[in-house]
């Protein structure tokens, strides 16, 4: 069948286009839009029945975004921005879904997406100087252009404990929920996980179930959200001059416009210190309290152990029993080295008589039975257990098409085997016309994601359509390039504490994958000056044919 597949693909039966899109979801959405805008026909495939990737797929009970909604918007169109208001500072995933189908709807996106439809391998042509992509629904995609608008965390990961086919109860993923939800009302519930989708589903969770058991291995920092309405001095700094709250989004370090910090721990008492630390725990804004405090937290071991004494602190004081308490107190990664959570209840939450914590670090898990958890020690009979086990990150949806062959018949799979080789995570080296949003080497999950791919996106449009007006048809980094981009990663990965810490930023969380800090840690602003100055310069560090 895969033969005859083929034979019928070079016939010419495959639907033809400049550009292949795939993912439907914040990136792929903006892109189909510019692509559009830019005279090129586009084809977008997604998975899902519908728009929306991350926030279609993520339906738990709690699920929002931790960047403020007001700063994780679009910026592209001025008109948009006030043809939507958000109704909370941090919007709900219902809600979010519901601006990315406004969204479709406004720019009248979906006529050009094939939903359900998932790209299963990629085949650069050398003769044809087309990409030729093949899917497990429909025609095969013949394309100029082939770009991977995947998703940083999109990949779920597979649990790791034995026993899962085993357990007779209810079986769930927080990054797959069931779109109708699920009634947990008076159900023995597991929880297995303490990351972000853990921590914002933990309370609602507990508020349905008749009891719940909480499986941690790895404590996270969390900070309580304080939601509600978009704070008022926020909200009146991008009311006052929007262009420029936006700008300045755009050069800042983490995608959200606050300023450079330049005071450093030591310059400051305790009490200014503590001072600032109160005042970054009540705003309930991660960037504020990983970017405003002082500005040695995310360089200096000592600047952040004072952070993470403070935030320890706090954990001791919202939980009343000392032995939880302290099996939810982080001790083993600098602040910020790992993704910090927002909170709504999280920790008031283990004081609740239908709470347990379950300290893995102490009794690891053996295996999943017939009727529950068992670690070593005890064993939890539960109705439902609930995956909130992360992803696959960064490289994980990527690599899942497989095999996606470029120049000579080499495979991704082989260019990576060490880790991923890019250049300005964007482009790889072999792979022409082969373009990734938000991909491994770029700031991405550093940062707030909205501002990223909107540059990443503007960035390959304008090249795509510079390319062609110029009469090229290929465009591909150089292996120096590529091999100066990883140098600078290393480099600047040596400034920051994320290498101190085994993270999904690091590839830590997935069994036998490659370690390696995946997303640049250079900041936002410094990496678009360098993408733009790439293009300035004549497009150095890329062969154009
Ligand atoms: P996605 O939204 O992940 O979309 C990718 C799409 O590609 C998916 O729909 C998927 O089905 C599809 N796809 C993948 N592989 C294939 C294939 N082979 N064939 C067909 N389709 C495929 N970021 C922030 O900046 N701020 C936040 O507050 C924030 N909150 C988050 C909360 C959660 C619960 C999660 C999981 C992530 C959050 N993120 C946040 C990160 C978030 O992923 C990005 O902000 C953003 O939504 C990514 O958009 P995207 O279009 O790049 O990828």
């Given amino acids: 069948a895969m033969v005859a597949t083929r034979a019928s693909d070079e016939r010419g039966t495959a639907q033809k286009v400049d550009v292949a899109v795939v993912g439907a979801g914040f990136a792929g959405l903006y892109l189909l839009h510019r692509l559009r805008k830019a005279g090129f026909s586009a084809v977008g495939l997604d998975e899902a029945g519908d728009v929306g990737g991350t926030w279609y797929w993520n339906r738990y009970p709690g699920a929002r975004c931790d960047i403020q909604t007001i700063d994780y918007s679009y910026t592209f169109d001025p008109e948009l921005e006030t043809a939507w208001t958000w109704s909370e500072k941090y919007a709900t995933q219902p809600e979010i879904l519901r601006y990315l189908g406004f969204i479709a709807d406004r720019y009248d996106l979906r006529r050009d997406i094939r939903f359900k439809t998932k790209v299963t391998e990629a085949r650069w042509d050398e003769a044809s100087e087309r990409w030729l992509i093949t899917t497990d629904n429909g025609a095969p995609v013949s394309c100029r252009h082939y770009i991977m608008a995947t998703g940083c965390l999109s990949a779920p990961k597979p649990p790791e404990i034995d026993g899962v086919k085993d357990f007779k ?18 159900k023995r519930v597991a929880v297995i996980g303490t990351g972000s989708s853990a921590i914002q589903s933990i309370p609602l969770i507990a508020e349905q179930a ?19 309405p978009a704070p008022a001095d926020r909200m009146s700094l991008l009311q006052s001059d929007r262009a420029a709250y936006r700008e300045q989004a755009r050069q800042s370090m983490a995608g959200v416009p606050y300023p450079q910090q330049t005071v450093v721990s030591w310059q400051l008492s305790d009490a200014e210190r503590r001072e600032r630390f109160e005042r970054a725990w009540a705003a309930g804004d991660l960037v504020h309290i990983l970017t405003q405090l002082w500005a040695d937290q995310a360089v200096d071991l000592d600047g952040n152990k004072i952070v993470q004494d403070l935030i320890r602190e706090k954990i001791r004081a919202a939980v009343k029993d ?14 910020g080295a790992k993704r910090p959570c927002l909170d709504t209840n999280y920790y008031a939450t283990y004081n609740r008589p239908n709470v347990t914590l379950v300290n893995l670090r102490k009794e690891p898990i053996k295996a999943i039975t017939a009727s529950g958890i068992s670690t070593n020690g005890r064993s939890f009979d539960v109705d439902v257990i609930v995956f909130a086990t992360g992803f696959d990150a960064m490289t994980g949806a990527i690599r899942a098409v497989h095999p996606i062959t470029g120049r000579g018949g080499k495979s991704l799979s082989d260019v990576w085997a060490q880790g991923p080789q890019t250049y300005l995570g964007l482009t790889v080296e072999g792979f022409p016309n082969f373009f990734m949003i938000t991909g491994p080497g770029s700031p991405s999950v550093l940062s707030n994601m909205a501002v990223s791919i909107e540059q990443h996106a503007d960035w390959v449009v304008d090249r795509l359509a510079a390319l062609r007006d110029a009469g090229f048809t ?17 480099d600047c990965s040596m400034l920051t504490l994320h290498r101190l810490a085994n993270t999904w930023y690091t590839g830590a969380n997935v069994p036998g994958k490659v370690q390696g800090l995946m997303p640049y840690t250079g900041g936002v602003g410094p990496y678009r000056s360098i993408c733009d100055e790439v293009v300035s310069r004549g497009m150095l560090g890329f062969k154009l044919t």
């Fill in 169 to 186: 109860g209810e079986v769930y993923f927080t990054g797959r929920w069931p779109h109708d939800g699920v009634d947990l009302t008076g």
């Fill in 210 to 228: 008749a009891h719940l058991t909480v499986f941690q291995r790895t404590p996270n920092f969390a900070l309580p959200a304080h939601n509600g």
């Fill in 322 to 335: 000392p032995e939880t308490a302290a099996a939810l107190m982080p001790d083993d990664h600098p602040f």
């Fill in 474 to 490: 290929t465009m591909e980094p150089t292996e120096t390039a590529q091999a100066g981009w990883n140098r600078h990663m290393a």
